[in-house]
């Protein structure tokens, strides 16, 4: 399994839009493409307008593959003038450790 792992700060009062543009556009159209797993967006508790994206991928072939359809390029570019500062890597799962429900008999 494949992880994008993108950081960004939002300029100052644009998290609601950015975060807005996140959650109706792009996580659903990601998930509609093949190989998406999963997506998650953390909150940093110190730095509230800096957050973790995170879309999980079954190959980095799909990973690499995936991105936003060409009627969202005028979108795409407006919620890229609301970002302050961005990095992004890829990272491959180098181990998984679940915490697994017990049950007592």
């Not at 967006?41 to 999980?56: G, P």
């Given at each position: 399994m494949f992880a994008k792992v993108s950081s960004i700060?939002?300029?100052?009062?644009?998290e609601e839009e950015a975060l807005n543009y996140i959650?109706?556009?792009?996580?659903?159209?990601?998930?509609?493409?093949?190989?998406?797993?999963?997506?998650f967006?953390?909150?940093?508790?110190?730095?509230?307008?800096?957050?973790?994206?995170?879309?999980?991928w079954?190959?980095?072939?799909a990973m690499q593959s995936s991105g936003p359809p060409e009627y969202l390029r005028e979108e795409q570019q407006h919620f890229e003038t609301l970002i302050a500062a961005f990095s992004q890597n890829i990272d491959v799962m180098f181990f998984q450790f679940s915490k697994q429900e017990q049950k007592m008999e």
């Open positions: 700060e939002f300029l100052p009062g644009c959650l109706v556009r792009m996580f659903p159209i990601a998930s509609t493409q093949h190989g998406f797993k999963d997506a967006i953390f909150q940093n508790t110190a730095e509230q307008q800096k957050y973790t994206l995170i879309s999980l079954e190959s980095l072939e």
